[in-house]
């Protein structure tokens, strides 16, 4: 078993991975955000920039250095074979990351990350378990529309389409966070909590 134990918490778009991840973090828990970490190192990574754009051009990025994320989302959300080639230049350099990471909270009895694509991504197969954040599909798709307003609801759907099925990834979890507006989240978190302490203790 790794030391820390390391979790994983996945979920589909809009299902609540964020709010989940608060509510570890408000319990001293270390929270991993491989999205955000993604976004970073895909403007200070210079291996990550060179890749990019060899791969997309040099539209990729603007005369500050800053990733074209329309240009990117243009290309790469309507051609499946273009957005696996991005994130086959994305995942492992944020791998990479993560692992530095662990070794800096090597203190730590457990710590979390955080990935949409987690399962996509196979870095799974390196954490002791996996969360799953659930929520029912058009609620997921409400919130969206409501959190971003420069998605349409086709985006957001085109996105959706693009991630593993949801029935897949529930397959799959060691534990599911159940988080569609009637069940309460906090005692779910709680109790997993305790339950990864245990598991250490």
């Known amino acids: 078993m790794n030391s820390p134990l390391q979790i994983g918490i996945t979920g589909g778009i809009g299902s609540g991975k964020s709010l989940v991840c608060k509510i570890f973090h408000c319990l001293g828990v270390p929270v991993y955000d491989a999205d955000s970490r993604a976004k970073s190192l895909m403007t200070t990574d210079g291996i990550l920039i060179s890749q990019i754009k060899k791969e997309f051009g040099d539209l990729s990025f603007d005369g500050d250095g800053n990733l074209n994320r329309k240009y990117i989302s243009e290309v790469v959300f309507a051609d499946p074979v273009k957005l696996n080639t991005l994130n086959g230049l994305v995942h492992p350099r944020v791998g990479l990351d993560y692992t530095k990471w662990v070794e800096e909270h090597k ?29 029912p599909e058009a609620l997921r798709i409400a919130r969206v529309l409501s ?55």
């Open 107 to 135: 203190g730590q009895r457990y710590v979390l990350k955080e990935a949409a694509l987690l399962f996509e991504a196979s870095s799974h197969k390196l954490l002791d378990q996996i969360i799953v954040v659930h929520a």
């Open 147 to 201: 959190r971003d307003k420069h998605r349409t609801e086709r985006q957001i759907r085109e996105i959706i389409k693009n991630q593993m099925p949801e029935e897949e990834k529930l397959s799959r979890a060691n534990a599911i966070i159940t988080n569609d507006e009637q069940k309460l989240v906090i005692p779910q978190v709680l109790e997993l909590h305790h339950r990864f302490v245990s598991l250490i203790a």
